[in-house]
């Protein structure tokens, strides 16, 4: 399937299915599948950016003949590219070679590698440095860059963002079917990313807070009890845990450091892990922040929940393995935002539960504890009984609300009494990766003394002649989550 989407969001404008080599055609397939996806971009002045696969003079030219302005890698077999092209080792990098004719301009420049481009609108002039690592050493350079490279990097990738986010929430599972419904899941799948962005920008100004920028799942949390070989090994350390949970119940919830939510579970699993004697079992979490502690587990992992959850589901844990018998064991589980845990979850830990304990007592005689201001808010707000303002909005609590700086509200205690220790226990959530990156960097330079900055050392491994080119600073450019920022600053 053949795609044409915007560059910073990844909508989906046009598509086209390969049906197979065409007769009776005089210019190559990628010429042609570019020419059919700007069809409707005829004399709009539009830009378009595309790799190499499709580049090649003919279609710049015939690009702006229609007001299509081009840009993309081209590669050096082409007919009538420029073939008196100086030598890879004579260039150095940072080194720049242009011809240009007609309008269109083939630019050449020297990184690790050769980058070849080619376009029908920007000029090769103008030039802006980016930074390179020197080989064998950990230090950047600065290097001159042609502007064609830059735009190029940083709208190429419209498509793979396209991707990116359908995959997420794929409707489509790895599974034998037949051609045509797996096109239809992939065609319903960008159907639902287009509606998503759509939806986005028309609520982007009337909401009250600000859009995610993909749509995010909610999971059931959980606090639960564990074995008992982690606990600390000396009494000083139960005391002190013991006399930071009083100290924190002597504050009120809005000076606690996290949400209320976090800091409740937090303080009951410090709480248990203090008072109970050797031989009993602690308490350890099971909720979306363990990923951050040790033993961390979902909901379905403990449980054996199924997905979907159905009304004939049942737990995947067998009466008699080793998972039964750690659940048999486990005292207390203290469960968060349990209402968010669809009913037969609940029914299928309870018979669970009664199977590995005391079958004629709820969840085997096992203490649940639930978080019940959370669960009550919910019923409230289902039963529509929530107060409304003037607006027919439900109005926040103010001390959920930051009124300032939110760096300040979070930090500033610990910067003025030089507590840096402190800040580790402080934490700012933000939707987006850029969000992140901005508060970090607010962060540090409100730091005494200089940082220091760490770059990742990205590279292009058994690149190809003919293959998808992709520039150091392209791969430097990526911030996904799966993936640690290029610059981490100390």
Request: with cysteine; charged share 25%.
């Amino acid at each position: 399937m053949w795609c044409r989407c915007e560059s910073s969001t990844g909508y989906l404008y046009q598509f086209d299915l390969y049906t197979g080599k065409k007769t009776n055609t005089e210019i190559g397939l990628g010429e042609t599948v570019a020419l059919c996806l700007t069809e409707q971009l005829k004399g709009l002045g539009c830009e378009v950016y595309f790799d190499n696969f499709f580049n090649s003079p003919a279609l710049q030219h015939k690009l702006m003949m229609q007001n299509t302005k081009a840009c993309g890698t081209v590669r050096t077999n082409r007919k009538n590219v420029p073939k008196s092209l100086p030598s890879d080792k004579s260039m150095k990098r940072g080194d720049i070679h242009a011809v240009s004719t007609n309008g269109i301009t083939f630019v050449k420049w020297m990184d690790t590698k050769a980058v070849h481009m080619l376009t029908n609108f920007i000029s090769p002039v103008p030039t802006s440095t980016v930074k390179r690592r020197q080989a064998g050493t950990a230090q950047k350079i600065n290097v001159t860059c042609p502007e064609v490279v830059m735009r190029y990097n940083k709208y190429i990738g419209g498509v793979d963002l396209m991707d990116q986010r359908k995959a997420c929430y794929e409707v489509d599972r790895k599974a034998k079917v037949k051609y045509y419904l797996r096109l239809f899941f992939d065609i319903l799948d960008i159907a639902k990313n287009n509606s998503y962005l759509v939806y986005v920008k028309l609520h982007e100004k009337t909401q009250s807070r600000r859009q995610r920028s993909r749509p995010t799942l909610v999971s059931s949390k959980k606090l639960r009890v564990g074995n008992k070989r982690n606990l600390p090994a000396h009494n000083m350390e139960k005391a002190e845990k013991l006399k930071r949970c009083l100290n924190i119940l002597d504050e009120p919830v809005d000076q606690v450091n996290g949400t209320e939510e976090f800091v409740t579970g937090e303080l009951l699993v410090g709480f248990i892990m203090s008072i109970t004697p050797p031989d009993q079992n602690y308490t350890t979490y099971d909720c979306i922040e363990s990923i951050l502690l040790p033993h961390g587990r979902t909901s379905h992992k403990i449980f054996g929940l199924r997905v979907p959850l159905t009304p004939d589901s049942a737990s995947s844990i067998k009466p008699n393995s080793s998972k039964a018998r750690q659940l048999a064991e486990i005292d207390i589980f203290l469960m968060d935002e349990a209402p968010m845990l669809p009913k037969y979850g609940l029914q299928n830990i309870d018979q669970l539960l009664r199977f590995v304990g005391n079958p004629d007592l709820p969840f085997g005689g096992k203490v649940m504890i639930d978080q019940q201001q959370f669960a009550n808010y919910l019923l409230k707000l289902g039963n529509g009984e929530l107060p409304l303002n003037n607006m027919d909005e439900i109005e926040l609590s103010l001390n959920v609300i930051s009124t300032g700086n939110l760096i300040d509200e979070a930090f500033s205690n610990c910067l003025a009494s030089e507590n840096y220790d402190g800040m580790k226990d402080r934490a700012i959530i933000a939707p987006l990766n850029k969000d992140v990156d901005k508060i970090n960097s607010n962060i540090v330079a409100k730091l005494p003394g200089e940082y220091k900055i760490y770059y990742s050392n990205d590279s292009v491994k058994d690149q190809y002649e003919g293959a998808l080119e992709f520039t150091t600073e392209f791969l430097n450019s990526v911030n996904i989550s799966d993936l640690p920022p290029h610059e981490l600053k100390f």
